[in-house]
């Protein structure tokens, strides 16, 4: 493939796709429509002017007759006034006006039936037209719900995406806080345990902190007299004086 070619086939499949891209069904065919509906006007006006010719045909034809009556009256008004030339040249003229009377009834059968067909084939093409025209809104209907889904479904997906990351997001902050209060509840166990002792001494009310050291003292005094006890008054040395 040469390089010209090359170049036409791909500058064709942008161009078509961009066209099929900006192309609407309901514009195409509403533009058809309109194409229609002219094509019918068109054979309708054609319809209008095969009946107006037919008109005149039909006046013509009966001013013909009227001038062909009163040429007979005149011949027959002749011959009875004994001018037998004159009824000969009425008579005459009548005949050429029958031949042209004859010749118009020709022509008025040609365009009758013609007015005939164009009448049927505008009847026809008006429920063509009509058909196309119901069965254009039914598609033009279908397609706007369509692209209308279309748009909701992809903005839904949109969404969705979003939302995964804030779900990420919520999941994490949730194992965060599981995480802190698990790890609170495990230091609240070892303090009420005694496996860790408040250093600062903080935490803890006077009251407590009194009560604790009275506890203590007592302890301690009453290890003194059990041992001075078991020591006896001999054994205990004096205690000497300073």
């Known amino acids: 493939m040469g390089l010209w070619q090359r170049f036409k086939l791909i500058f064709n499949s942008k161009a ?29 006006r054609g319809v209008a ?26 011949a027959r008004a002749a011959l009875a006034g004994g001018r037998e030339d004159l009824a000969r040249e009425a008579l005459t003229r009548r005949s050429g006006l029958h031949q042209q009377i004859a010749d118009l009834q020709t022509q008025l059968a040609t ?13 026809q093409l008006q429920t063509k037209v009509e ?7 039914t598609i033009k209907a279908t397609y706007s719900a369509a692209e209308a889904q279309t748009k909701i479904n992809e903005a839904f997906a949109g969404i ?46 006077s009251l407590t902190v ?4 009275m506890a203590s003292e007592n302890d301690v005094n009453a290890q003194l007299e059990a041992m001075k006890r078991e020591l006896g008054p001999s054994e205990q040395k004096p205690q000497i004086e300073g």
């Open 160 to 205: 969705s995406s979003e939302l995964g990351d804030v779900g990420l997001a919520v999941q994490r902050a949730e194992d965060k806080t599981a995480q802190m209060q698990a790890r609170a509840g495990a230091i609240d166990e070892l303090v009420a345990s005694g496996a860790l002792s408040d250093a600062s001494g903080m935490g803890k009310d």
């Open 210 to 213: 009194e009560l604790e050291r």
């Open 16 to 44: 078509n796709a961009a066209l099929d891209k900006a192309e609407d069904p309901r514009q195409t065919l509403d533009y058809s429509y309109e194409k229609q509906l002219e094509l019918l006007q068109k054979v309708r």
């Open 49 to 74: 002017d095969v009946a107006t010719s037919r008109k005149r045909l039909e006046l013509q034809i009966q001013s013909l007759a009227q001038q062909e009556a009163k040429l007979e009256e005149q």
């Open 131 to 137: 058909s196309f025209r119901t069965k254009k809104e």
């Open 111 to 123: 365009l009758q039936d013609q007015e005939e067909k164009l009448t049927a084939a505008a009847s």
